[in-house]
């Protein structure tokens, strides 16, 4: 495809015949696909799928996340057209990615909604694709982590954020998006040494063992030091990615629940997360991303982001870029 297709090409979502390559559909137009990439629940060789968790039950303050993968998957309509800027490879022509389209759920059931994600996202892990979700309340990273070690075994955690969320809670059965690390832990789904925060500023006397590179300490070293360490902690181990939209400062993302200053640039996530290239990513997602907050809709624009660079981390691995 070229440019001038967007004369006579629209709606790629569902009309585009082959899976893999770049999108020329006018971006103003068109069904909203992430990256116009085609919606299908057939996953067969299929090797990254990206899927949508509209759910927003447990926030600390501003509700909305439950809009997030609708306005991530708008903000990544200016993306398709070239391949990830620094990347040096396309990931949309070199692997087949596809949009699996959101988690159903009963919102008046919200006791069954975590049985009802862990099994969506077992069958696309157990399908053999790696699984890139836009949420939704950071609540849902635990029962995606629970789908991917039933895959992979423990994993090493990489979590951008505010907040650590390793306040205690041994209830299993509370849903609250304060908690998911701290049950995690308990549950044996990730390997606190192997495991690392990234932005932290807000306090909690238990870190249940992390490695913390809060955010005074990322803006001192810098992001080629803080990727660097990132790799040095989890090394070879399989690892899983959780971006928290309030990891950046609210300048750079208002739209969220719980903003906190002193946070992260966009331009110092963008280079942490490519300096991480290398990492054995075998899933990651992009939380808290809240719209009615944001009327410009740059938070959204940043979890598109974001979810682009997890795809260029994992076809990084994939693809044995760095072999």
Known sequence: MALEDAKTQIDHAFTRDDPRGLSYENAFGGAPSFLRRRYTKDLTGVDIAVTGVPFDQAVTNRPGTRLGPRAIREASLLQP?????????????????????????????????????EAHATKIVGSGAAMVTLGGDHFITLPLLKAHVAKHGPLALVQFDA???SWADDDMDRIDHGTFVYKAVKLGLIDPARSVQIGIRTTNPDTMGLNIIDAAEAHRIGPEAVAARIREIV????????????????????????????????????AILRGMAGVTLVGGDVVEVSPPFDHAGITAVAGAHVAMELLCLIGWSRLGKGA
């Open 235 to 270: 090394g070879d181990a399989p690892t899983y990615l959780s971006f928290d939209i309030d990891g950046l400062d609210p300048a750079f993302a208002p739209g969220t629940g719980t903003p906190v200053w002193g946070g992260l640039s966009t331009a110092q996530a963008a």
């Open 163 to 165: 907040h650590s969320d």
């Open 81 to 117: 057209y070239d391949p990830p800027y620094g990347w040096g490879f396309d990931p949309l022509s070199e692997m087949t990615v596809v949009d699996y389209g959101d988690l159903a759920f009963d919102y008046a059931k919200v006791s069954e909604f975590p049985a009802a994600l």
